[in-house]
């Protein structure tokens, strides 16, 4: 088949070299008969009889001789106006017919639209599709981009505050170093690990340093650069991309952010067996399928919303194993901080230790970006070392928001903040198992932050007890507690502590079962993400009980709210004499650090002994 093809090809070459070879000989035979003369020459031949016809033009006059001349039989000559060569032949001079070449003004009344047509297409090809080596024609190819251990440049050392997932992976890297002596016992590695956790606990950074350890090559590729415009193109590019990978194994093949790929199918208003990302998963699933973990491919995934993925995208043969990338403890943000601070040049008071201690709930994006802030307010500040109050202005920071000492309060405004936020940390240091205050300020903060309270845990939580609840609840009703004292009236600065109250009291009512009334019963779901507890759930509520539950739980939720309300005016009452010193003194400085407020709960407890 192949000799046959080469043989047509020869040939092909053969006929058109003959029929250029021809047409050469006939413009060079055409050329050595027809004679160019000038136009005088013509008008002597014409008066002489020479001319037997003549063909005639807009610029030419071309003819034939009676008899050859000078063994030609055909001439050439250009039209000149016949009064001027007239005039010009009375006095002896040869008129000769000269045309203007257009050559090069034709040509490019030719080229220059067709290359204008041609710029406009590959503009086109490259905004549709990436550009001509990855365009139009190459749409259904892969985009994921290929390292190798010297481009990732990422190891298990480069990765801190995630032990057992780092303990887990090992395993996929001396698999993927020696895959046939990892199997000698009969054991296969699982085909696919789903990397599951929050945003920005290095999930990506993990599937990296798997490919810097095991020197294998990387192909990364995120969830929604296989979906394009064109129906067909993503199952087109999850087949190339395997293909791909086939061809280099061992190799390891990441997917970020599974879930644009890996959503439920059937689920929303567009569900059909032909919508496009359906295909792309039925691609993906056949793949998983095909492809046999012996030859040293294995699939890394990662998402943080695992409770959208396709049921049959995580059975077993499929993603074998997950693996949670948590937030880290205490003693994971010490590394994290450790390795983020090896480029900072730090005072001799900065305490790593304090600050994990300060940062529970952040993840490692989180204490990088924290890093970063504190080095950049000693920059600003124009410092030699970035110091521990840095660091805490950094935290500050990124917690509350930013300073807007410029939004100016009227002194009515400023003394109802004042007391709002003294309630806030009075009771606070009234309740036992609450987090300790660390600050209270009356400088806005925000978006909408007119004054803020920042308590510190001690310690890192997983659990909380009813009595621990309604101290939390007790904390954030202080502030309008303390204005309920004071002035009587209410304002609307309490509104976000009112929302965080409400949703306290109704998950004890509907999902914690912590009322006699309904008993053990959880009614509703967290319809938020497991991994993301911080992102509230907007969308519409559909509950299973019945209307009079419902009544139920609104009394009962309203029945907590208003007993927590009259505990905490209550014990702000007994205080109200350091509530209105405290109050004066936040006016004054502005600010109350944890010292500030250890002397003022000291000097109330002297006046209470005095008594």
């Known amino acids: 088949m192949e000799m046959n093809r080469k043989i047509r090809f020869n040939i092909g070459y053969w006929i058109v070299a003959v029929f250029i070879l021809m047409a050469i000989q006939y413009f060079l035979a055409t050329a050595t008969q027809v004679a160019q003369i000038p136009y005088s020459q013509f008008e002597t031949d014409l008066r002489d009889g020479k001319i037997a016809e ?20 055909y001439f050439i000559t250009t039209r000149v106006e016949p009064d001027l060569a007239q005039q010009l032949q009375q006095h002896g001079v040869v008129v000769t017919g000269q045309i203007e070449s257009t050559f090069l003004r034709d040509l490019l009344s030719w080229l220059i639209p067709v290359a204008l047509f041609a710029g406009v297409w590959m503009f086109m090809l490259r905004r549709m599709g990436g550009g001509v080596g990855g365009g139009l024609m190459q749409i259904g190819k892969s985009k994921a981009k290929i390292y190798v251990q010297s481009d990732t440049g990422v190891t298990f050392k480069d990765v801190a505050g995630v032990d057992e997932a780092k303990e887990e992976l090992k395993e996929i890297v001396d698999f993927l170093k020696d895959p046939v002596g990892y199997g000698r016992l009969g054991g296969r590695m699982p085909k696919g690990v ?4 929050p945003p920005g606990t290095g999930k990506t950074l993990l599937a990296r340093a798997v490919a810097g350890e095991a020197g294998a090559p990387f192909f990364s590729i995120s969830g929604s650069e296989f979906v394009e415009m064109f129906v067909g193109v993503g199952a087109a590019r999850v087949r190339d991309l395997f ?17 644009a790929l890996g959503r439920a199918r059937g689920i929303g208003p567009m569900a059909g067996g032909h919508d496009e990302k359906e295909q792309t998963l039925n691609q993906l699933l056949v793949e998983l399928d095909g492809f046999d973990s ?16 396709d049921p049959a995208l995580l059975r ?22 450790n390795v983020h601070l090896k480029k900072a040049k730090l005072a001799p008071e900065v305490d790593v230790e304090q600050i994990a201690a300060l940062t529970p709930g952040f993840t490692g994006a989180d204490l990088a970006n924290l890093v970063n802030e504190a080095t950049l307010l000693a920059t600003r500040r124009r410092a030699n070392a970035v110091s521990m109050d840095d660091f805490n202005n950094a935290i500050e920071r990124i917690v509350a928001g930013l300073e807007k000492r410029n939004r100016l309060l009227n002194p009515k405004e400023r003394e109802i903040v004042a007391h709002h936020e003294m309630g806030h940390a009075l009771v606070a240091m009234a309740l036992s198992s609450v987090d300790p205050v660390h600050k209270v300020s009356i400088i806005p903060r925000g978006i909408g932050a007119l004054g803020y309270t920042i308590q510190r845990p001690t310690e890192d939580r997983f659990l909380m007890t009813r009595e621990e609840l309604q101290n939390k609840m007790a904390v954030l009703l202080g502030g309008r507690a303390a204005e309920w004292i004071i002035y009587g009236h209410l304002s609307t600065g309490a509104a976000d502590d009112l929302v965080k109250v409400t949703d306290i009291a109704r998950a004890m009512v509907t999902r914690y079962g912590m009322t006699t009334k309904l008993g053990h019963v959880a009614l509703e779901k967290d319809r938020r993400s497991f991994l993301a507890t911080d992102q509230p759930y907007y969308g519409p509520q559909e ?18 709210v208003d007993e927590t309300f009259a505990r905490t005016v209550e014990l702000l009452q007994e205080r109200k004499p350091t509530l209105e010193r405290a109050a004066r003194l936040l006016l004054e400085k502005e600010t109350l650090d944890e010292a500030d407020l250890k002397s003022l709960l000291a000097r109330r407890d002297a006046a209470v002994q005095s008594i």
Do not use: C
Not at 56 to 72: A, C, H, L, M
Not at 194 to 197: A, D, E, K, S, T
Not at 295 to 308: F, K, S, Y
């Open 54 to 73: 003549v063909a005639v033009s807009d610029n030419f006059i071309q003819g034939r001789y009676k008899q050859p001349q000078n063994e030609r039989s």
């Open 316 to 337: 077993a043969g499929r993603f074998d194993r997950q693996v949670l990338v948590d937030r880290p403890d205490k003693t994971g943000r010490i590394q994290i901080l």
């Open 243 to 259: 293909e791909q990978a086939r061809a280099k194994a061992p190799a390891i093949i990441f997917i970020d952010e599974l879930d």
């Open 294 to 309: 012996s030859t040293g491919l294995v699939l890394l995934a990662a998402t943080n919303r695992p409770e959208i993925l």
């Open 543 to 560: 509950h299973e009980y019945s209307d009079e539950t419902a009544a139920i739980i609104d009394e009962e939720v309203r029945r907590i």
């Open 194 to 197: 789903l990397l599951v956790g």
